[in-house]
Each structure stands twice: as C-alpha cells, then as structure tokens.
C-alpha cells in the first residue's frame, strides 16, 4: 500500500499594496525590507507606502515576483532538530 501526501494548497491572495504593507508590519518587516527582497530602490518604495507615487504596473509585476521568489526559497528549507 503506498502513501500519499495531500498538499493543501491557498488559492492566491490578491490585496493592495498597502494591505501587503500592513501585513508585513505584523512580522516587524518594513517596506525597505519589502524593497530588498523585490530589487527595488528603497526609497521609491518608501514612496509607495507613504501614497506618495503609484507603482506602475511592471513594478508590480517586479513586486509580485519577488515575493513568489522569497516564499519559494523559504518554504524550500526545513529545520533540522540537531544543530
């Protein structure tokens, strides 16, 4: 008899640039940091987050990449017990 895994996977979450902001800030993480991981300049990022300029949609695209990028490598690592 073999076993199989059921992956639950969460359908994508579509949110504002802002609510993504917000989210971040529950685990300390600012939008410089948001900006690093994305390769984008940080103070055009800080722009963003203050409403002061609108991303532009290849931005967003950039964004949305970056952070497809950091979550895959993240969940690609697994905690060993043993140091």
């Given amino acids: 008899m073999s076993c199989l895994t ?3 996977v969460k359908p994508m979450k579509e949110v ?6 917000e989210w971040i ?5 600012k939008p ?5 991981i994305c390769g984008i300049n940080d103070s055009q990022m800080q722009q ?11 931005t967003i ?10 979550t895959d490598e993240l ?3 697994s905690v060993k017990s043993k140091f």
């Fill in 6 to 8: 059921v992956l639950k």
């Fill in 16 to 21: 504002t640039l802002n609510e993504l902001f």
């Fill in 25 to 29: 800030a529950q685990y300390d993480l």
């Fill in 32 to 36: 410089n940091d948001l900006a690093r």
């Fill in 48 to 58: 963003y987050a203050l409403g002061i300029e609108t991303p532009r949609p290849k």
């Fill in 61 to 70: 695209e950039k964004i949305n990449k970056g952070i497809k990028g950091f």
């Fill in 75 to 77: 969940t690609s690592f």
